[in-house]
């Protein structure tokens, strides 16, 4: 499975972003998908993460509780990361990744450890 991430971009505090993410295949491998981000000099974080089994059951970091919306579009077979009231402390590569089983709990689906497929990661910045 290879994950492309797109969508990234430049823009003002307070404004908005969708970076999406699609998968070459879907199926058991996407069972748990999450966003995760780094910036430079920090460790990388988990942003968001959504069991596709049932695109219910999500997680959210508490920075970005409110703000942040994971969803998926099964259709389109890809993935979104709707970013909105943006802040300058948002600003990192974001990256795409998917497990093959059960998010877990929230400590587990957004930690980076099982996560076994990445994509390249899109920049954000928030000026």
């Known amino acids: 499975v290879q994950l492309v991430e797109s969508g990234g971009g430049s823009v003002r505090a307070g404004g908005s972003l969708r970076p999406s993410c699609s998968p070459s295949g879907y199926g058991h491998i996407t069972k748990c998908m999450g966003w995760f981000r780094q910036a430079p000099g920090k460790e990388r974080e988990g942003v968001a993460a959504i069991y596709t089994g049932d695109a219910r059951t999500v997680y959210y970091a508490d920075s970005v509780k409110g703000r942040f919306t994971i969803s998926p579009d099964n259709e389109k077979n890809t993935l979104y990361l709707q970013m909105n009231n943006l802040k300058p402390e948002d600003t990192a590569m974001y990256y795409c990744?998917?497990?093959?089983?059960?998010?877990?709990?929230?400590?587990?689906?957004?930690?980076?450890?099982?996560?076994?497929?990445w994509g390249q990661g899109t920049q954000v910045t928030v000026s």
């Open positions: 990744a998917a497990k093959p089983v059960w998010c877990g709990t929230s400590m587990q689906a957004l930690g980076a450890v099982g996560f076994g497929y």
